[in-house]
C-alpha cells in the first residue's frame, strides 16, 4: 500500500487495549495519516464515556506519527465519506473475530462500494485481549498491567476501586 494515504481504526475501544495500540502502530508505519475514530454507539452500555476513551487513546497514541483520535456518532462509512476517506482498518486478533469481521466488511462494501477494508493483525502477544475480558479482570482486581497501556490501567483501577 502506497504512503500518502489516510485510513480510519473505527470501533469502541471501551477500553483500548495493547491490542489496540499494537494495530495502531501498525498502520502508522503503514498510512502518513491514521484517524482512531471512538463509536459514540449509545444502544452499546459503555464502560467509559465517550470523552474519557478518546482522551485516552489520545493520551497512549501521543507519540505515534501521523495519528489523531475522533469521535463519531453514525455509520462508519458515513463518517469515512464525510472525511473524504476510503480505507477502513480493522483488527483480527484470532480466527473468532474473522466471521464478524468478515461480514462487517461485506456490509461496509455493499453499502459503498469505494470503500475498502485492510484487516490487521496485533502481535501474538497481545493477540488474545479483548475489552470484555479485560474488563471482567479488571472488574475482579487481576493484573491487567502487561494488557493495557499504563493510563488505561489507572482508569480501570479507578472505576472498578472498592
Known sequence: MPKGRTAIYPGSFDPATNGHLDVI????????????????????????????????????????????????????????????????????????????????ALTNRRLAQDIETVFLMPSEHVSFVSSGLLKEVASLNGNISTLVPKPVERALKKVFAP
Open 25 to 104: 502502530q501498525r498502520a502508522s508505519r503503514i498510512f502518513d495519516r491514521v484517524i482512531v475514530a471512538v463509536a459514540d454507539n449509545t444502544s452499546k452500555k459503555s464502560l467509559f464515556a465517550i470523552e474519557e476513551r478518546v482522551n485516552l487513546l489520545k493520551e497512549i497514541t501521543k507519540n505515534i506519527k501521523g495519528v489523531d483520535v475522533e469521535s463519531f456518532d453514525c455509520l462508519v462509512i458515513e463518517y469515512a465519506r464525510r472525511k473524504k476517506i476510503n480505507v477502513l482498518i480493522r483488527g483480527l486478533r484470532m480466527t473468532s473475530d474473522f466471521d464478524y469481521e468478515f461480514q462487517i
